[in-house]
């Protein structure tokens, strides 16, 4: 493998963990943000972070809707108040307070996963 591809690699790696280090963060009252229920063994899970997660705060809904990542075996540590328990990974939930607004499960492309939160941020 080149040199090159190794490097670029292991930044989108380092760039993974410092954002999600900074989206665990507690966020401010009245904000809303799409949080991601995980678990780091969930192939779908691993998929979104490659095909989304790395580039989502670049994007233009990321700055109305920030990402949030937390576990699927300890969410109910974050205070969120949820419709229903959260039994899959990866499960979507767009929230404001802390209080699920919209919720969407599973991943399986990125076109998939753009469509739904569109037209659910639309609502």
Same mark, same amino acid.
């Given at each position: ?7 670029? $690699?292991?930044?989108?790696? !380092? ?8 989206? =665990? ?11 991601? !229920?995980?678990?780091?063994? +969930?192939?779908? +899970?691993?998929? $979104? %972070? ?23 075996? #300890?969410?109910?540590? =974050? #205070? ?5 328990? !959260? ?8 929230? %404001?307070?802390?209080? %699920? ?23």
């Amino acid at each position: 493998m080149p040199q090159s591809f190794d490097r670029r $690699f292991r930044f989108r790696i !380092i760039a993974g963990v410092a954002m999600t280090m900074l989206a =665990a963060s507690v966020p401010a009252q009245g904000v809303s943000e799409l949080i991601v !229920i995980e678990d780091p063994h +969930c192939a779908p +899970c691993q998929r $979104f %972070e490659r095909q989304v997660g790395t580039h989502y705060p670049l994007t233009d809904v990321a700055r109305s809707l920030p990402i949030r990542r937390l576990p699927l075996d #300890g969410y109910e540590a =974050a #205070g969120l108040r949820v419709e229903r328990p !959260i039994h899959r990974a990866p499960t979507f939930l767009i929230v %404001e307070n802390q209080v %699920e607004q919209h919720r969407f499960e599973g991943y399986s492309s990125d076109e998939l996963f753009w469509m739904t939160l569109e037209s659910l941020v639309a609502r």
